[in-house]
């Protein structure tokens, strides 16, 4: 199921980035320091409960890394990345897991009507989105033979995404960017001998999501160097099975190389 689950998105985006390559259009002005190959790292709190393994709240810091690379066309704008965030001492009292949380993503974007915001132009844009979501959740502990210590939810989710962008300066502008799951294949690790429900069920937004969310600072640095200093939220909520649910929030810096 998971070997599926792994080659379907891989092939959702996979298709995406070859009609993105095909395709031959001009760049629209106004994002000229948005475009291009982005990398971002950065460390915040994290918590979750994940009823699978216990009702328990489990809570830490946790390293986070990121790469994505943004395109923009004469009528859609394409975004394609990867984000992955890791750690083994996510803690409740004395017993530690280890935390795996990977995420590849993209998106197609178009403009909507030209906005005026704090007296300045701002841009929005707006558009459907497909994701790739898997987290894992190990407890570091001895289990019994009945026991269970182990917690794998993924979602292969279609949703929206959202871009906002006002110019400050010639140098800086705000940025800010919601990206959430509406319908969801979702899978769960269930124990065969204490339940019979199904590993994978289709979710909505309502049942199970993912969400993440950005604002940010952005700095021209030169031509094709920019950089960002930005605040991120990250939320995953599933409601079937066992329920789950986790947060997080940073503080990254992200460099971007423009075209």
């Not at 993105?20 to 994002?31: R, T």
């Not at 033979?145 to 962008?165: C, H, K, N, P, Y």
């Not at 995953?236 to 992200?254: C, G, H, K, Q, V």
Request: glycine share 6%; hydrophobic share 40%; with cysteine.
């Amino acid at each position: 199921m998971k070997n599926e689950i792994v080659l379907i998105s891989l092939l959702l985006v996979g298709s995406g980035f070859m009609n993105e390559v095909k395709s031959q259009s001009e760049p629209v002005s106004g994002l000229r320091h948005r475009r291009g190959l982005t990398v971002e790292f950065g460390r915040g709190g994290y918590a979750i409960t994940d009823e699978n393994i216990s009702r328990e709240k489990y809570a830490g810091s946790i390293p986070w890394v990121g790469v994505e690379w943004a395109r923009d066309h004469t009528r859609n704008h394409f975004r394609l990345g990867f984000e992955a965030l890791n750690s083994s001492s996510i803690r409740n009292h004395n017993v530690t897991t280890t935390i795996t949380q990977v995420s590849l993503h993209q998106a197609f974007l178009y403009p909507l009507s030209d906005l005026r915001l704090f007296k300045r132009d701002a841009t929005l844009l707006l558009g459907p989105s497909t994701e790739f979501f898997i987290l894992m959740n190990s407890q570091d502990i001895a289990v019994a033979a009945l026991g269970f210590a182990q917690s794998i939810a993924a979602l292969i989710s279609v949703g929206v995404r959202s871009e906002l962008t006002i110019p400050l300066t010639s140098r800086i502008q705000a940025e800010g960017s919601l990206r959430a799951g509406v319908l969801s294949l979702a899978a769960r690790m269930v124990d065969d001998e204490r339940t019979d429900e199904p590993p994978a069920r289709l979710l909505t937004a309502l049942s199970g999501t993912h969400v993440v969310f950005r604002l940010g600072i952005r700095y021209s640095l030169s031509e094709r160097w920019s950089c960002r200093l930005a605040y991120a939220s990250d939320i995953t909520r599933i409601s079937s099975w066992n329920p789950l649910l986790s947060a997080s929030d940073f503080l990254n810096l992200s460099l971007t190389w423009g075209l």
